[in-house]
């Protein structure tokens, strides 16, 4: 199993960025294709970016292209999401998660493991 902490969220003005971060445990983190994913209250659980096991390919949701970017260091067992240009409606708890799947997907099912999140706020 890998364990999962993301790190970095905050509070920040709308066109502002963030970077958050997402630490593993163990040394598979490799093994695993990584996502990020977000969620506010009353709404389903939704796909923001995906990062394949080497970092070779990546894929974001329609709503976030051009302003986030998803990377990772197999290195330092860390996954990134890189937000820019943020606005309120980006404003949600994000959520980091591995996957065992070779080819990305961007359902949460495919998932088996997930962060605690961290709060993303974003202000008007």
């Known amino acids: 199993q890998v364990q999962l902490v993301e790190s970095g969220g905050g509070l920040v003005q709308a066109g502002g960025s963030l970077r958050l971060s997402c630490a593993a445990s163990g040394r598979t983190f490799s093994s695993y294709a990584m996502g990020w994913f977000r969620q506010v209250p009353g709404k389903e659980r939704e796909f923001v970016a995906a990062?394949?096991?080497?970092?070779?390919?990546?894929n974001y949701a329609d709503s976030v292209k051009g302003r986030f970017t998803i990377s990772r260091s197999n290195a330092k067992n860390t996954a990134y999401l890189q937000m820019a240009s943020l606005k309120p409606e980006d404003t949600a708890v994000y959520y980091c998660?591995?996957?065992?799947?070779?080819?990305?997907?961007?359902?949460?099912?495919?998932?088996?493991?997930w962060g605690q999140g961290t709060q993303v706020t974003v202000s008007s």
């Open positions: 998660a591995a996957s065992q799947r070779v080819v990305i997907t961007t359902s949460p099912d495919a998932y088996a493991y």
């Open positions: 990062i394949t096991r080497s970092g070779g390919s990546t």
